[in-house]
């Protein structure tokens, strides 16, 4: 552990990002999570003889997408490759992809990690199919293969080796699934393998430029696996090096139950893929017109959104980071925003009030009835005073819900609107103040916290109609004065 | 190009293929006639000259992301050596 300072860790990630297109990238047999075994599947996908692939444009259109979000050049021609690997989940015996044109190049990706921002540079992003899935643990004797997956569109989005700790590694991936749901383009979802990852990690003496032998970790399916197995392995490298040991440049995968990475013993041989050009595809060739329109209709990502958030509305950055964190309560917030300008009460509303209800009904947003322009006309009635903050939340935003009423007509029903007669309101802490004459005499003896009291007193008095800010004010005037 | 044990063991394995003794030296043989054949390309000159790789170039003979026809998972399993109701059914895969 001591020696650790001594090294830096440079890890580089590789993520496979699943797209959700409706169909394969070359067949337009469906693309579906869970479907029976071996149901969505075509003669193509099976590498039947005689079968040609064909080319899905909108998975081109989602690299596009991406790239061009990203600030990568995208590749005018883009010629597919044959990558070779016998394995059963594999029908055709190798893998359509690209190799040496793949339809993104540079670019880079910025996050925020504890309130600084990092920039990583990316070196390509290319378009490929995945593969099937093998199942070892249903038959004792039989692995199991169910071809459904293979065949679906695939990007491969390899950063740069500019990745310092596992923990920038997990903000970092933890952005990429940010913006890949921003987009559109995939679900993000780990668990069920839409989004992979695998990452190198080598380590290297501090100030030193070279890379040191580097080691490839798979099986990363989870954000706290791929922090922990960088971890692990930055650790168990230092210790070699240490040791005066040489590390092996090899694949090793990861143990989530152990918490170690394991050397996956793969034979050097193994590795030679036979890259060759793809003939049964024609290059893509893409034109600026398309790039641009393709463009177009991209959304915006969660780093411009969390800009816009800080800047143009002056939000904090602590809300700024929880509102961009899911892509509806961003859009929600810059929607309620066109009818409402009290920007943070809107934050505020939508962080805590909403949140809770949402979380207490096990719901999503786009579940709730509630429509930003209910949620701009019930914040308008706080802000002008019309109806209490408390009785908003409690009262007023559960029967918007329930009722889908106007909240200006709502209010008159559930009898909350604030008292605003000064003269009214005086008379009814007159009377409290009288009623306790000890409690007034201690209170200017020094005892304040009797003011809770009072107000409480009085809110009772005016059922909860009155403004406590209003009751406090008064009651402070009246018991400085006599 | 020299076509040695080690080469065609290579290959070998690639392909999933083993041979033995006997068999091996017959496809050294083989393989060194249709290496020294192909080499005959290598007398022409051909600098400057891009190389052909698509015969038949269509611009982005692409297609809309539509669902189309899919087999029945009868027909797909159909062909298989090895299979069950739901599977294709292949020797135990050795994991990692």
Not at chain 2, 27 to 53: Q, T
């Amino acid at each position: 552990m001591l020696k650790h300072t001594e090294y830096e860790p440079v890890i580089g990630l590789e993520c496979h990002i699943q797209l959700l297109t409706n169909t394969k990238m070359y067949s337009s047999d469906r693309v579906e999570y869970g479907a029976p075994p071996n149901s969505r599947l075509s003669p193509i996908t099976l590498g039947h003889p005689g079968t040609l692939p064909r080319i899905n444009k909108k998975a081109v259109e989602m690299a596009i997408i991406l790239g061009k979000s990203l600030g990568c050049t995208i590749t005018k021609r883009n010629e597919f490759a044959r990558k070779n690997y016998f394995y059963p989940d594999l029908p055709k015996g190798y893998q359509i992809t690209q190799d040496k044109t793949p339809i993104c190049t540079g670019g880079h990706v910025t996050f925020r990690l504890n309130g600084q921002e990092k920039k990583v540079n990316l070196i390509r992003i290319h378009m490929e199919e995945d593969s099937g899935k093998s199942i070892h643990d249903l038959d004792p004797f039989n692995t199991l293969v169910d071809l459904n997956r293979a065949g679906t569109p695939l990007l491969e989005m390899v950063s740069a080796p500019d990745l310092r700790s596992g923990e920038e590694a997990y903000a970092y991936l933890y952005e990429i699934r940010k913006i890949v749901r921003y987009l559109g383009i995939c679900d993000g979802n780990m668990e069920e393998g839409s989004l992979r990852c695998d990452a190198n990690i080598s380590v290297r003496r501090k100030g030193k430029s070279g890379f040191g032998k580097k080691v490839e970790v798979k099986n990363l399916n989870s954000f706290r696996h791929v922090q922990k197995a960088i971890d692990f392995e930055i650790q168990r490298q230092i210790e070699l090096l240490e040791k005066g040991a040489i590390i092996v440049s090899e694949t090793r995968a990861f143990d989530p139950a152990k918490g170690i990475t394991i050397s996956m013993r793969t034979k050097e041989t193994a590795q030679d893929y036979r890259y060759f050009p793809e003939p049964d595809l024609s290059p893509i060739i893409l034109t600026d017109d398309f790039i641009q329109k393709t463009f177009e209709q991209a959304p915006e990502l969660p780093s411009v959104v969390f800009k816009r958030l800080t800047q143009e509305f002056n939000l904090p950055e602590y809300d700024a980071t929880q509102l961009t964190e899911n892509k509806e309560f961003a859009l929600f917030f810059l929607q309620t925003s066109q009818h409402c300008k009290h920007y943070k009460s809107i934050s505020n509303w939508l962080l805590v009030p909403v949140k809770n209800y949402l979380n207490e009904n096990g719901i999503g947003l786009h579940e709730l009835s509630l429509t930003p322009l209910q949620l701009a006309e019930i914040i308008e009635l706080v802000e002008s005073g019309k109806v209490s903050h408390t009785q908003a939340v409690q009262k007023l935003f559960p029967a918007v819900i329930q009722t889908q009423k106007k909240p200006a007509m709502l209010i008159h029903e559930l009898d909350i609107v604030l008292q605003t007669n000064a003269s009214e309101l005086e008379s009814v802490i007159q009377d409290i103040l009288n009623r306790y004459p000890e409690k007034v005499a201690e209170y200017k003896k020094g005892k304040k916290g009797l003011l809770g009291l009072f107000v409480g007193e009085a809110m009772k008095a005016t059922k909860g109609k009155s403004d406590p800010k209003a009751i406090n004010q008064l009651l402070l005037e009246k018991l400085n004065q006599s | 190009m020299e076509i040695n044990d080690a080469l065609i063991d290579h290959i070998a394995s690639l392909a999933r293929l083993g041979f033995n003794g006997e068999e091996k030296e017959e496809i050294k043989k083989d393989f060194s006639r249709m290496i020294a054949f192909v080499d005959k390309l290598r007398e022409l000159n051909v600098e400057g000259i891009e190389p052909l790789i698509y015969l038949n170039e269509r611009k982005c003979f692409w297609r809309e992301d539509v669902p189309g026809e899919e087999l029945s998972r009868n027909d797909a399993l159909k062909n298989s050596p090895s299979k069950d109701s739901d599977y294709f059914l292949v020797p135990k895969v050795l994991e990692k």
